[in-house]
């Protein structure tokens, strides 16, 4: 039987893994996170007079306060002499990030709004689409292995459905089409030195766990002084290993959290991510991934696959998807999921004004957890709506708790609803 199969094959590797431990040395245990290296103008900018914080301890609400203090002329100062830390640090005004950020991107001919932009080693860069200021949601795309500064645009090996910066500009423009755009921002975030092909940097989690908490910095100066702001994580991916790291440690404001080919989020299951935040997942028929182990043994392993049902998670359709990369074509069913989460609404669910009479006399599609978006008792993994006053009329509404994994006996959903927010964190 299947089952029978893929539990040999765990044990399988789990016997080569136990085999590496005897010779594995520094190899395996658990992951170390390597911080990347402070810019080489800190000294200078910890002798300004206006005494700024150190851009590596401090914590993003302290950087905001300061900057709050300062006056335009101090604070456009400290913009052009020291472009490399104001572009990057989390709690600084987003238009002076951009501009610092511009100013180290010359050979750029269009002017991008750029949050993160670090040309050292594999390099680091996020790029927003949309307006930031004024977004009421907030997603962030972390994209996989492979992915480095001069491939941002371009994507590895050339392949254009490999690029962050491409991906995130498909998602955008199916959030516009739902007519919503105006109040969503989609976010590139390359934040993070990720692995270099299928080596033991991908295996192992030493790098998810850096980026687990450079997003979660990037996160909480999102939120800062927005109580009213939402955040969906998206994870391609290994990129998606980074956010389940990070998941325990992320604001609450955080609603939803994405898993698209997903080798794991480097737990056993949804409940093991210690979030409030709904969790989705998918993985094609056709990628590789799904015949990743899906186990974690002596640091090597990222966990459960999401894409399982066992893992709990909601699951997205992407039956259509073409292979590891093909989530954010225009043909995936993926992509126009996403952008439902995107907007705040269940995948599948069409805008009120778009609504024929018909669908308004049917009830809203339904998650199950642990199952695809369809009718109870329909065997079609295609999202469905199911029709009240039927033997299919069985499930929960469409907006569950707040935990998003165990289905709840049929009540109004409060609509506009949005986790609170953790208090910030403070040195």
């Not at 998650?367 to 499930?395: F, K």
Request: aromatic share 4%; net charge negative; hydrophobic share 35%.
């Amino acid at each position: 039987m299947p089952r029978i199969a893929v539990t040999s094959r765990k044990a399988l590797v789990a016997t080569a893994f136990a085999g590496l431990s005897l010779v594995g040395g520094s190899l395996l245990g658990p992951a170390r996170p390597v911080q990347p290296a402070p810019p080489v103008s800190l000294p200078g900018w910890l002798a300004e007079p206006t005494a700024p914080p150190d851009p590596v301890t401090a914590a993003p609400e302290r950087i905001a306060v300061f900057f709050a203090r300062l006056t335009p002329a101090e604070a456009t100062g400290l913009t052009i002499r020291y472009p490399e830390i104001v572009g990057n640090l989390d709690g600084a005004p987003v238009a002076l990030r951009y501009a610092a950020n511009q100013a180290r991107r010359p050979s750029e001919v269009a002017v991008r709004q750029t949050l993160v932009y670090d040309d050292r080693g594999d390099g680091r860069i996020a790029e927003v689409l949309g307006d930031l200021e004024t977004a009421g949601r907030v997603v962030i795309l972390i994209p996989g292995s492979d992915n480095e500064l001069p491939e941002f645009a371009t994507g590895h090996g050339g392949v254009q459905r490999r690029a962050p910066g491409w991906q995130a500009r498909q998602l955008f423009d199916e959030v516009r089409a739902t007519g919503d755009g105006a109040r969503v921002a989609v976010i590139a975030w390359l934040g993070y030195d990720s692995p270099e092909g299928v080596d033991i940097n991908a295996v192992r989690e030493d790098r998810a766990a850096a980026g687990a908490e450079s997003l979660r910095r990037f996160v909480e100066g999102l939120v800062l002084d927005r109580p009213d702001r939402s955040i969906v994580v998206i994870g391609h991916s290994y990129g998606s290993t980074v956010a389940g790291l990070a998941a325990p440690q992320l604001s609450g404001q955080v609603s939803d959290l994405i898993a698209v080919g997903s080798p794991g989020m480097g737990v056993g299951s949804r409940s093991d991510l210690d979030t409030t935040a709904r969790v989705w997942a998918c993985a094609a028929p056709g990628d590789w991934i799904r015949r990743v182990p899906g186990m974690r043994l002596l640091g090597l392993g990222h966990g459960e696959l999401p894409s399982e049902p066992e893992f709990g998670a909601h699951l997205l359709p992407c039956d259509d998807v073409d292979g590891h990369d093909g989530y954010f074509e225009s043909t995936a069913s993926a992509l126009p999921a996403m952008a439902a989460i995107a907007t705040g609404r269940a995948p599948g669910d069409r805008l009120a004004e778009d609504r024929t009479s018909d669908d308004r006399a049917a009830q809203p599609l339904v998650l199950v957890s642990g199952h695809s978006p369809r009718c109870p008792g329909n065997d079609n993994r295609r999202p469905q709506r199911c029709h009240p006053g039927t033997e299919n009329d069985r499930s929960p509404p469409r907006h569950t708790d707040s935990e998003g994994h165990q289905p709840q006996p049929r009540q109004a959903a409060k609509e506009g609803h949005r986790p609170q927010p953790r208090q910030a964190v403070t040195e």
